[in-house]
């Protein structure tokens, strides 16, 4: 069975309510079309009922939930909740009720945090900033968790490499410049998510130019530090830094450049240096290899909003909300 088939088996057992706020976008239809079809979630629409299924075309979505912010009858406690919730920024009340009427995000957000949704999916319409932004500001992060982050769910066609071609990769969305402390933190909570999402025990490479000292450059310290800080942190965990992607994957070049490392040729967990090369490097593996890819999925937020990329099709808008009614289910229990 295919990796996605067997989170939608699971998803359907309990079926979670996710919104999807770009209603007025034709991928966002068709995957609510899908999702609806195949009882993979329930749906909140944000928008004018009649305008949206009016945009709908040949695509099905009477069965979903419709809320419109304009005539939403909680709209001024919403805005009330988020006022306080911003109150040491300096948002008033009206500020907040402006935001949620012209903005989308921030009212799905506070669907999802408000407990009227189990989690959120945007991104096709809007660039990751916008969507991470307001889960920032008001989901915040988990307890015990000092960093949100972003990762690919990686599926690979025709691969023997990973996880039988699965992998995740990360953070290839959120943060742009992570020192090594944030390095370990993306790396251990990628290793979370792998888990919780495989099924499988994770096995972490942080990546670099060098392998074993095979490069000198701050750079290559930062990872080195990294991969230090993070095995403290999570003593158990197998990883290893700093390696590069052909002996952190592939077997026989893992043996000789890292003959020590447990992990070298057998990672399962990506984790990029830098957000340059972690959007760049699932990009390449998306369209040149023909991988399908789930996300950004992000982890240590205190509940369940994914990212789309903009380039993306209906088939990752129900991919990607498949993952998080799973992640929603997690939380609920
Ligand atoms: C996500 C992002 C928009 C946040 O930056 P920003 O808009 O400048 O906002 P701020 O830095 O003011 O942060 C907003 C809030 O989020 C919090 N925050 C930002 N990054 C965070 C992180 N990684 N983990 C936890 N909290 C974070 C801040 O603490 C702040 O909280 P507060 O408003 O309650 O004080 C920014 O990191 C970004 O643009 N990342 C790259 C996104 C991107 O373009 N990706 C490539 C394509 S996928
Ligand atoms: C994740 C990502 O790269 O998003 P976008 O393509 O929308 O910038």
Not at 52 to 66: D, K, M, Q, R, V
Request: glycine share 8%.
């Amino acid at each position: 069975m295919a990796f996605l088939d067997k989170v939608i088996e699971i998803a359907k057992k309990d079926v979670q309510t996710i919104v999807l706020p770009e209603a007025f976008d034709p991928r966002t239809i068709e995957a609510t079309h899908k999702i609806l079809e195949q009882g993979i979630a329930d749906v909140i629409l944000v928008g004018n009922k009649t305008e949206i299924l009016s945009g709908s075309g040949e695509w099905n979505i009477e069965n979903a939930t419709f809320i419109n912010p304009e005539t939403f009858e909680e709209l001024d406690a919403y805005a009330a909740a988020l006022a306080e919730l911003r109150k040491s920024k300096g948002m008033t009340q009206e500020e907040a009720r402006k935001l949620l009427l012209e903005n989308a995000l921030y009212f799905g957000v506070m669907l999802v945090k408000m407990g009227r949704a189990g989690g959120m999916v945007a991104g096709a319409a809007n660039s990751t900033a916008n969507v991470l932004r307001p889960a920032l500001q008001i989901l915040k992060t988990a307890p015990g968790t000092k960093l949100v982050s972003a990762v690919f769910l990686m599926e690979v066609p025709n691969c023997d490499l990973g996880e039988e071609g699965i992998f995740i990769f990360g953070d290839c969305a959120l943060n742009p410049n992570p020192t090594s402390e944030e390095l370990a933190h993306i790396a251990i909570s990628s290793a979370k998510t792998f888990e919780s999402l495989v099924h499988k025990e994770a096995k972490v490479a942080m990546l670099s130019f060098s392998s074993k000292g095979s490069a000198a450059h701050p750079d290559v310290d930062k990872v080195i530090e990294a991969g230090k800080i993070a095995q403290n942190l999570a003593p158990d965990l197998q990883l290893d830094a700093e390696l590069q992607l052909d002996a952190a994957i592939v077997p026989k070049v893992g043996k000789s450049k890292a003959p020590e490392s447990k992990v070298a040729g057998q990672a399962n967990v990506i984790i990029f240096p830098d957000l340059d090369a972690g959007n760049i490097g699932y990009k390449l593996v998306q369209r040149l290899a023909g991988a399908n890819a789930y996300g950004p999925v992000c982890q240590g937020l205190s509940m369940p909003v994914n990212d789309l990329s903009r380039g993306c099709y209906a088939d990752d808008i129900v991919g990607t909300v498949a993952l998080t009614a799973l992640q929603a289910q997690m939380q609920s229990k």
